[in-house]
């Protein structure tokens, strides 16, 4: 399901051809932040970024939220969905609308990742199915409806056994409004002749649903409730609730502290054990991310002590962060994207190139491609992968930038250069993703050197360059709270951020011609990385189809000329 293109605002027209190739530029990582002590992109000494920020060919872009076919404004954007809605053109939905579909028509349940979970539990009965997340229908973390339909497709499976770890929502719903929701969840665990229960819960801001690592005594909380059956026990959720609303705090839902049910000799009625398997069923990733860590880091996990890790099959409703592969195990997989740029590009006949270092090849390809792997033409394309280090990036913040840089060059200055360029620097990201602001600074230092070369080499070939990111990152390296002021720790030190922020994005143009036949529009406030495949179709000389967003271009006013 996608988007329709803005309605009634021309698509774009052709314009004059540049001599040289037209490159796409992309910083990941780096939006247009506070411009504070926090934000590494303005710390960083860039003189090259504040010269070209400072043109008239500059602009921001939407690239967080519904702009890129996530539920809602308060989403951060991410290297994918930023990555699908530049090569498609369009807006392509992503994580609520694509559960939907996939629980709707099925499809979930008929792929290898829910047959892996359902496998044990419906073989053995002692082997339980384990479902968590949030019991809401606020729609933006999760939805009842999908945890009914997970049941129902338990049941179809022949799994004896289920439990349930249901969190207070409080925040997105009436808050309290818990009860409401856990009697719906009794109704939806009510099926004949099997052994589907309710195992623990808890109120969201303490148990479990911890972002940005702020806290991880509230996910350790949720681990131990869940996993170990580790919290004040009851025999009923009505008996839980009953106490915890008298505690401090407990009128709240999302304050609720953990709790689980246990059988009549005590014992809790959903501990997880070897051979079970756990499902998350959020489909929104800031408040995933860090429980689908301690399930799927192994070893490497230092967030807190887990105490023994049982060995179980660990999915998520979806992919939580593309970037960190979490998790590996996933129901509802991102959307297959048709008629994209690189498809118009070839069925025109010009030439790609695609370039970057492993931790973004993907990004430059795949993703770009509408989750298409392999070149669309083995004539007409070239993508070249430069090995990523193995290390720490806060230990190494220039990573590959020098060396994505040289590739392009080499292609501009050669003797038949491609007609399209696209390449990805991934330090603002991949760096920022450390919390280290001082290496984020110095990442930020290397890629503003990296587009000057770049800069250099596109007014040399003739050539126009669109240099612009696909989410923010370095932009702000605190957390904060409400104010915008930093959150500090018991010692006074301020927490790092170490997640994608919510800024719009810059994008600027650099055009060899001394006069371009083009001008920025200025019809279009809400733009997005969407908007970018039919700027580059018109100055590449093409029109841009009807389905894509439209151009940022236009033809130069005579006045301008």
Known sequence: MTQSPTAEVPRGVPLPRPRGPVVI?????????????????????TPTLDALWRSPNTRSLRAHGTAVGLPSDGDMGNSEVGH??????????????????????????????????VAGPSARPTQTLHLCGLLSDGNVHAHIDHVAALVRAADVAGVQRVRVHALADGRDVPDPSYERYLSALDDI???????????????????TMDRYEADWDIVARGWRAHVHGDAPGFASWRAALDTLRRAPGGESDQKLGPFCLVDAAGEPVGRVRDGDS??????????????????????????????????????????????????????????????TLGEHLVRAGLRTLAVSETQKFGHVTYFWNGNRSGVLDDALERYVEIPSDRVSFDEAPAMKAREITDVALAALAGPYPPDLVRLNWPNGDMVGHTGDLGATQRAMEVVDAEVGRLVAGVRAAGGVLL???????????????????????????????????????????????????????????????????????????????????????????????
């Open 25 to 45: 530029a992309i910083m990941d990582g780096v939006g247009q932040g506070p411009r504070d002590a926090g934000d590494a992109v303005f710390l960083a000494d």
């Open 84 to 117: 699908n809605a530049l090569g498609a053109g369009r807006v392509v939905q992503q994580g609520a609308s694509l559960v939907n579909v996939a629980l709707e028509s099925g499809a979930a349940f008929a792929g290898e990742t829910w047959r892996w979970l």
């Open 189 to 207: 665990l009510d099926v004949a002749g099997r052994d589907y229960r309710l195992a623990s819960g808890g109120g969201r801001m303490v148990v």
């Open 278 to 339: 756990f499902l998350l069923w959020n489909f929104r990733g800031d408040r995933a991310i860090e429980l689908s860590r301690a399930f799927d880091e192994g070893a490497a996990f230092s967030g807190f002590d887990r105490g023994r890790v049982p060995d179980v099959r660990f999915a998520g409703m979806m992919q939580y962060d593309g970037d960190l592969a979490l998790p590996r195990r996933f129901l509802v997989a991102p959307p297959v994207i048709d008629r």
């Open 467 to 561: 240099l612009t990111a696909d989410h923010g990152n370095a932009d702000d390296m605190w957390l904060r709270d409400k104010s915008g002021a930093p959150l500090r720790d018991a010692a006074g030190r301020v927490s790092p951020r170490t997640s994608h922020t919510l800024a719009p994005v810059p994008l600027t143009l650099v055009d060899a011609r001394e006069t371009p036949p083009w001008q920025l529009r200025d019809d279009l406030p809400n733009a997005g990385l969407a908007n970018v495949a039919a700027t580059v179709l018109c100055l590449l000389g093409l029109a841009p189809p009807d389905h894509m967003e439209p151009a940022l271009v236009a033809p130069r006013s005579p006045q301008r000329a």
